[in-house]
Nanobody, 115 residues
Framework: QVQLVESGGGLVQAGGSLRLSCAPSRDIAVIRGMGWYRQTPGKEREWVASVVSGGATNYADSVKGRFTIRRDNADNKMYLQMNSLKPEDTAVYYC?????????WGQGTQVTVSS
């Protein structure tokens, strides 16, 4: 199992930027797949972006061109750079990692975008 700790959330005005970080308890190189999800009250958790150990990335259409996901082996962290933020990006953002075919989740970090 792997523990994941997110950080970097906060309050930002529309059009602004934030960078989220996810720190795993193990060497990030052994975590095959990682991603970011988000959830708002009363809605299901939705996938935002993912990155595999080889570096290939995928994005939800709603964030494509605005968000960038990357994993940094030197820092042992995964990042989500969020630019041109919109009020509809407001949510709790969760980091997910797949280690030995098991999913692990972080505790979440709140992102609030004001209009």
């Amino acid at each position: 199992q792997v523990q994941l700790v997110e950080s970097g959330g906060g309050l930002v005005q529309a059009g602004g930027s934030l960078r989220l970080s996810c720190a795993p308890s193990r060497d990030i190189a052994v975590i095959r797949g990682m991603g970011w999800y988000r959830q708002t009250p009363g809605k299901e958790r939705e996938w935002v972006a993912s990155v595999v150990s080889g570096g290939a990335t995928n994005y939800a259409d709603s964030v494509k061109g605005r968000f960038t996901i990357r994993r940094d082996n030197a820092d042992n962290k995964m990042y989500l750079q969020m630019n041109s933020l919109k009020p509809e990006d407001t949510a709790v953002y969760y980091c997910k990692g797949v280690y030995r075919s098991r999913d692990s989740w972080g505790q979440g970090t709140q992102v609030t975008v004001s209009s």
